[in-house]
């Protein structure tokens, strides 16, 4: 089991530190010292990146695990641009939009087995081993399996998770080590995993065949009830795809396209900045452009956020400059307008960033999608599927229509931040269909109003419910801001409501900054987030 290191810099803060430090950033502090643990054994940032997911499969698997899709953005010193890894899984062979409407449905249920796609977890990172990694998938996973056999203490975010997950996920064989008494886990009481170890353990020896055609591979087609064949999991669920990207606030900023959401934190910021708003996160004009202009393109990510088959729109398309300047003309800078209303799709997800001593970063984020996902199991091995398929849409023609092969909307959204060839930002968050809002806000606060990271980080936030509300969108905001904010804010149209002071659910963000030092940021609104650095 990993143990602390007092010459280890952390806490939700790493400090400045030099340009030779390694730096790691993640929900927890058990995945963020796994990920500094590779990477002084001679990982790239890379194998640091999947030891912290594999940890976070041990230890937060209500966010993520291996039966959950990845995204990971990686830059390398000198290079251009950095390369994007689209490991979401595709619907299986038997999946299909006319079935369910059959049936009478009109949209796909969160926690069913017709939520179920193929994980692309695995085969992300056997993909990024392949080409980036030091050292082997083995090596990698090895600090999980460990941890997993040795047990853990349970968060309490994950003591809380497990409480309200009980009636949907208590009797399945993969849950039996999560309630080692019968009943949820209080905080801090010690858990094991053995089942996740030996998967974990037949994945370090076998990769991906030992997952996707061993007993992984027959819960997944056995849950599903017949959308996923054998077939299904022989294709390999990754595609090296082209950044998405435009340049906004002097750097250029980069995400993964469609079917990522994250277009729309680039088009928002870059909307943002040409409204010129003040530089103060506490002038209401800041936050009133900040909510418009992410307003302005959210509503229409479930026409366009699609698989790149069937996507109405390019990347290029989404941020052209034009039709971003459009958008920006529609907004009243003193009044708020009606925007028609997206989609909402909330999710539980795991998102992390490490930087290694020779400058590779990286943007990572995986995850279940609704908690712990469809609430299936993989029979006993420990692996929970994801729902990623309630990203779906049932309407017969829509680009973004149930269909097999096909990958679904994702709300996934990492980002990574350049000044040329040299990375300046790491930047990424959970939240589900929040994840463009929570970037945007915190992008915002350090790259335009100018705060340091940390504060960029402790900063209040805000949270559009797009679909809960009519279209004039209901603002919930964190307390914490000055009564005159929110006082501009109703007078300019806005209807807002308070939250609680701080909102757990509105990240946790995790950034690393590189300019004359190295830092890392860990977000305060979750007791287990950690930034760690060592030089």
């Known amino acids: 089991m990993i143990g602390p290191r007092r010459d280890l810099h952390s806490s939700t803060s790493t400090g400045p530190l030099p340009e030779t430090a390694a730096v790691a950033v993640s929900p927890h502090y058990l995945a963020s010292e796994a990920a500094l643990h590779i990477m002084e054994q001679g990982g790239s ?40 890894l689209n490991a979401s899984g595709r619907a299986g062979s038997g999946a299909s939009s006319e079935k369910l409407r059959d049936q009478g449905l009109t949209e796909i249920p969160i926690r069913s087995h017709w939520s179920i796609t ?13 080409r980036f990694s030091n050292l082997t998938l083995a090596d990698d996973l090895a600090p999980a399996i460990e941890q ?21 996920i208590g009797a399945q064989p993969s849950a039996t080590t999560l309630y080692p008494t019968g009943q949820a886990p209080e905080p801090g009481e ?90 103060d996160p506490a002038d209401p004009g800041f936050q009133h452009a900040l909510i418009e202009a992410y307003r302005a393109v959210a509503w229409e990510r479930a026409d366009t956020t699609t698989d790149p088959d069937t996507a109405p729109l390019s990347p290029d398309e989404l941020l052209d400059p034009v039709r971003l300047s459009e958008r920006a003309a529609m907004i009243d800078k003193a009044r708020a307008r009606r925007w028609p209303v997206p989609t909402d ?8 960033s490490t930087r290694d001593r020779d400058g590779m970063v990286v943007s990572f984020i995986q995850s279940n999608f609704w908690g712990i996902g469809s609430g299936f199991s993989a029979g006993a091995t420990g692996v929970w599927l994801h729902n990623r398929g309630a990203g779906f849409d049932l309407r017969p023609g829509h680009p973004n229509e149930l269909a097999p092969g096909r990958r679904p909307l994702h709300t996934l959204a990492p980002t990574l931040w350049t000044d040329g060839s040299r990375p300046r930002l790491v930047l990424g968050t959970r939240g589900g269909d929040q994840q463009p809002q929570i970037l945007a806000q915190v992008a915002a606060n350090q790259l335009w109003a100018g705060t340091g990271p940390e504060e960029a980080q402790w900063l209040p936030r805000w949270s559009i419910d797009v679909a809960a509300s009519a279209d004039l969108a209901v603002v919930r905001y964190e307390p914490r801001f000055a009564p005159s904010t929110i006082t501009g804010l109703t007078r300019m149209g806005h209807v807002v409501e308070p939250a609680e002071t701080w909102e757990s659910g509105w990240g946790p ?6 300019d004359d030092a190295v830092r890392g940021e860990a977000d305060p609104r979750v007791s287990t987030a950690t930034a760690l650095g060592v030089f």
């Open 45 to 84: 940032a890379v194998d640091g990146a999947i030891a912290a997911d594999a940890m976070l499969a041990v230890v937060a698997p209500d966010t993520c695990g291996p039966g959950g899709d990845l995204f990971a953005i990686v830059h390398r010193p000198g290079d251009e641009r950095p390369v994007v």
């Open 118 to 130: 193929v994980p692309g977890c695995v085969d992300g990172w056997e993909a990024l081993v392949e």
């Open 148 to 168: 997993a056999k040795d047990g853990f203490p349970a968060s309490l975010e994950l003591a809380a998770s497990l409480g309200r997950l009980q009636g949907q």
């Open 190 to 279: 010690i858990l094991h995993r053995p089942a996740l170890a030996a998967t974990l353990a037949g994945v370090a020896e076998g990769g991906r065949s030992a997952f996707y055609l061993g007993p992984v591979g027959d819960g997944i087609i056995q849950a599903p009830e017949g959308s996923i064949n054998r077939e299904d999991l022989e294709r390999r669920q990754i595609e090296w795809v082209a950044p998405a990207s435009t340049d906004v606030f002097g750097l250029t900023a980069w995400t993964v396209p469609p079917n990522s959401q994250g277009w729309i934190t680039l088009a928002a910021l870059r909307i943002f900045e040409m409204l010129d708003p003040p530089r």
């Open 345 to 352: 799709a909330p999710g539980g997800t795991a998102y992390l």
């Open 509 to 514: 963000v995790s950034t690393i900054t590189i």
